[in-house]
């Protein structure tokens, strides 16, 4: 086999890896629109900011302390201890539950049955509005996520697949953050496939994403249930945020993210779990085998826009998506 | 007292279906047109011009044009920035080719380039509704700002890959560059602004207008009536963008004066002019104006009362703004989906009734 095919090889396996990292993402989007009807833009600011959280707890970081700081004139910034990053995990889990409550509350028990584009501006305004709160809690410098994930290219992989090529194959370099990201990925949508099918709430999860008021009839709290959606749409952004968090810094630009997952999931199609993932893969390794072989004809960086590009010529043939629910409209 | 129907006799078609209605709105017309144009320009100082009154012209004429697609048309936009890149690189590229023709023509050109522009981007509106659509457009403002950054045709291969407006004249005053007055630079963002808002003001009262506003409602319905969706969403992305690119081409040539593409148009720009039309209130010319003068006027004042009056860090109160801006947001959402226009016309019909409200 010669050098270029398998670096091609190489180029679609750290695509495949890359789009997991987007079907996270996607993942949490779908949660919430198969149970709400909204079409969440904050949840690539929901990743960050519980990224953001994590960071902070586990350093002992005073939230607000720049405001505080401000506005009393005081000097705090730690309270001086350390938190292990299990126990960080589940303070940050606390917060996102809360802000699950508070969201749904505050927001978007007001805004049931407006139009969806409503709800989607809200939501925008919902990212921004979180985004200003991360940054005044924690900070709005880059911060290194240290929650013990290996890092870098994996030697084993590397050398297993060094003999496959001629003498200027060197082996596959597939980061080892990439494969954890990966089997997290697959037992986090195991999970959520198990809690969906097996147990109570992931029943009545089901039946509100089904018909609001059937659902209703049948004596499920719809209240409880969004609570529910949005905790876990928080639990996945944790997830997410970790992920990226240790691949690339926290920092604003994780949020953007969220915007990768919009063609991700347009290509799934918004109703469907496997759709997130199979949109995930495919908008990773369609975007990085463009740059690996048009790229460097036209200029590179075709990253920022290929996904949009792509979603856009797929949407026009069929306006659903892969896999979701076909459109009937009625006058 | 003053504001009401009564006594105001229309003896003509003409005068019945004039715009303004109501003798107190036209006199209120006339009054903010005397105002802008008369008084203001020989008030006018450097730091009301670049901090307020130009930014807050140019936003108008962009939430303006994003209103007529959203608002009146009901196609969500997130490409705004995009179109305002086309018509600012449009302009450049005009006003470098073409030095001796008018300014005032060049931005006229960008407006239309932007106009073909869009209608091309708007093509796909006829397969995607919804907020599919929205997000098909974010492909035209990711796109877009990639292509301005590295075909270096659009930036006449500089350097730096920024582009630089050089000095024009418009009857022999410098209206770019760096002689520019304030009252220059005022004068011809005030110039476009009346011009387009008078152009969308008859354009929504019109046939083209209520096919949009048929769209808007009700897509499948409007067809069955006898609106064409082709022609009705295509003329909707090129009036639209014909507004933006004006307002891309003034915000560059006349505002910025040099633009680095990812930094002034990014996805964030398209999100502000979004947001003015929000919280101005959808399918309103007023509400764009009102929007685009609360955006402007609400980081301006955050700053002076955070970093001047309290003494605090300007990172902390641009954070704060963020909150300030989302929270409203959803206030609005909330509260008022129709935005400050609703207040307004809300103020009105409290208006007709008073001092008498029975």
Redesign the interface.
């Known amino acids: 086999m010669s050098a270029d095919f398998l670096y091609g090889i190489e180029v679609v396996i750290n695509g495949l890896m890359a789009g997991v990292m987007y079907a996270l993402v996607a993942l949490g989007f779908v949660l919430i629109f198969k149970a709400s009807g909204i079409f969440n833009y904050a949840q690539g600011v929901m990743a960050l900011f519980a990224a953001l959280t994590l960071v902070g707890v586990m350093e002992g970081q005073v939230p607000f302390s720049h405001l505080i700081n401000a506005v009393f004139g005081t000097e705090i910034h730690h309270f001086g201890w350390t938190v292990p990053a299990f126990a960080a995990i589940l303070v940050t889990l606390g917060v996102m539950i809360f802000f699950a409550w508070a969201v749904h509350t505050f927001v978007f028990r007001h805004l049931v049955g407006q139009e969806p584009i409503i709800l989607f501006m809200a939501t925008i305004g919902l990212a921004y509005f979180l985004e200003g709160v991360g940054d005044l809690m924690w900070g709005s410098d880059i911060k290194t996520l240290a929650v013990g994930l290996p890092q870098g290219g994996s030697l084993f992989v590397e050398d297993l697949t060094a003999g496959l090529g001629g003498d200027d194959f060197y082996g596959f370099f597939i980061d080892k953050l990439d494969m954890v990201a990966t089997l997290v990925a697959i037992v986090l949508v195991a999970a959520l496939i198990g809690f969906a099918q097996y147990t109570k709430q992931g029943r009545a999860m089901r039946a509100v994403a089904d018909d609001h008021q059937a659902a209703l009839s049948v004596g499920i709290s719809l209240n409880y249930i969004w609570v529910l959606v949005w905790s876990l749409a928080g639990l996945v952004a944790l997830v997410a945020g970790v992920m990226w968090g240790a691949k690339s810094g926290v920092q604003f630009s994780l949020s953007l993210i969220a915007l990768k997952a919009l063609p991700v999931l347009m290509l799934g199609g918004f109703t469907s779990i496997p759709g997130a993932i199979v949109g995930g893969l495919i908008i990773g390794v369609g975007e990085k085998l463009f740059e690996y072989m048009i790229g460097p004809m036209i200029g590179g960086a075709t990253e920022n826009w290929f996904a949009y590009v792509l979603a856009l010529i797929f949407l026009v043939f069929r306006p659903q998506g892969l896999f979701g629910e076909k459109i009937i409209e009625r006058v | 007292m003053l504001y009401r129907e009564a006594g105001d006799f229309k003896t003509t078609y003409k005068a019945d279906s004039q715009t303004f209605p109501i003798a107190f709105d036209r006199w209120r017309y006339w009054a903010v047109l005397a105002v802008a144009w008369l008084v203001i320009p020989f008030v006018i100082n450097d730091y009301w011009a670049n901090a307020i009154l130009v930014p807050f012209l140019i936003y108008a004429i962009a939430a303006i044009g994003l209103n007529i697609l959203t608002g009146y048309c009901g196609q969500?936009s997130l490409g705004t920035g995009g179109f305002m890149a086309v018509g600012a690189y449009a302009c450049y590229k005009l006003m470098t080719s073409f030095p001796d023709v008018s300014m005032l023509v060049h931005i006229m050109l960008a407006g239309g380039i932007t106009a073909l522009v869009g209608a091309a981007f708007g093509l796909?509106s006829l397969?995607?509704?919804?907020?599919?659509l929205?997000?098909?457009t974010?492909?035209a403002?990711?796109?877009l700002?990639?292509l301005f950054?590295?075909?270096s045709w659009f930036y006449n291969y500089s350097a730096s890959g920024q582009i630089n407006a050089p000095e024009r004249f418009v009857f022999g005053h410098a209206v770019t560059g760096a002689n520019t007055t304030p009252a220059a630079q005022y004068l011809i963002c005030l110039l476009f602004v009346t011009g387009c808002a008078l152009l969308a003001r008859n354009l929504t009262r019109g046939t083209v207008g209520r096919s949009w506003m048929a769209i808007r409602d009700?897509d499948?319905?409007a067809e069955?009536i006898g609106v064409d969706p082709l022609k009705a969403k295509l003329t909707a992305f090129a009036v639209s963008s014909f507004f933006i690119g004006i307002s891309g081409a003034l915000f560059f040539a006349v505002y910025l004066g040099a633009v680095e593409v990812g930094e002034a148009f990014g996805?964030n720009k398209s999100?502000l002019v979004?947001?003015m039309c929000?919280i101005g209130g959808l399918g309103s010319l007023f509400g764009s104006f009102a929007g685009a003068a609360f955006l402007v006027l609400l980081p301006v004042a955050l700053k002076v009362l955070g970093v001047d009056v309290?003494g605090?860090?300007t990172?902390?109160v641009s954070?704060?703004?963020?909150?300030?801006?989302?929270?409203?947001?959803?206030f609005f959402?909330?509260k008022e989906?129709h935005g400050l226009a609703q207040m307004w016309r809300h103020i009105k019909e409290k208006l007709r009734l008073w001092p008498f409200p029975y």
């Open positions: 969500v796909p397969r995607i509704k919804g907020f599919y929205a997000v098909a974010l492909a403002q990711f796109f700002v990639w950054n590295k075909v009700m499948i319905a069955i996805i999100f979004l947001f929000i309290l605090w860090p990172q902390i954070h704060l703004q963020l909150v300030v801006v989302g929270a409203l947001i959803m959402l909330i989906p």
